[in-house]
C-alpha cells in the first residue's frame, strides 16, 4: 500500500514538474522538482524489506546527492555544485555497481563510449569556457558509470545508466550550446525514468 501511495504520488509531482517546464515557470519548479529524489528514495528504502536486499549505503549515498544537484540545479548560481553533486553521485553509483557480480561484456563497448564521450566535447568545447575541465571529468565519470552497469548485466540498471546518458548529454547541448523548453523537457523525462529505472535495478539484483 505504501509502495502504491510512492507511486501515484512521484507520477502526480513529476506531472506537475513537466507541465511547469512546458509552461515556462520555473520558480514554480522549487515546489515540484525537490520532492522526486526524495519520494524514489523513500521508495527504495520501503521496497528492501519485501524484496528481501539489503540496504546499498553507496547507492543510497548517490540519490542523495542527485537530489542536492537537482536543489542546486534550481538556482543560476548552483551549476558548480550541482555538478559536483552529481559526480558524486556517479562515484557512488559506480562502487555500488561493481559490488554486483560483474560479467565480460563486449570488449569495444569502452572504445565506443570513448568515442562518445570526445565527440560531445569536441563539439561543445568552443561553447564551454571555463567550465572545460569540470565537463571533461564529469563526461569521463559517467562513461564509467555507464561501462560498470553494462558489466552488471542487469537490464534496469543498464536502462537506468543509458537513460542517464542521454539526460546529461541533452543538458550540456541545453546548457552550452542551444537552450531550447523542449530539450528542457526531455532533460527531465529521461532523468527521473533514470533514477527510476537505477532503483529499481538495484532492487532487482543481489550482492
Partial sequence: MRSKILQVSLVIFFTIDLFFILDNQPELRFFTKPLLLPILILMYITSLKSEKIQLDKLFLAG???SFFGDLFLLFKWGFLPGLGS???AHVFYIISFRK???YS???????ILGLFATTLLVFLFPYLK???????????VISV???TALKTHNRNLIIGALLFLISDTLLSINLFFQPLMILNLF?????VFAQWFLVKGMLSSKN
Fill in 105 to 111: 561484456i563486449w570488449k569495444f563497448w569502452p572504445i
Fill in 63 to 65: 540519490l542523495v546527492l
Fill in 130 to 140: 571555463e567550465m572545460k575541465v569540470p565537463v571533461i571529468i564529469y563526461a569521463i
Fill in 100 to 102: 554486483k557480480t560483474q
Fill in 145 to 147: 558509470m555507464m561501462y
Fill in 86 to 88: 552529481f559526480l558524486l
Fill in 187 to 191: 532533460v527531465m523525462i529521461t532523468y
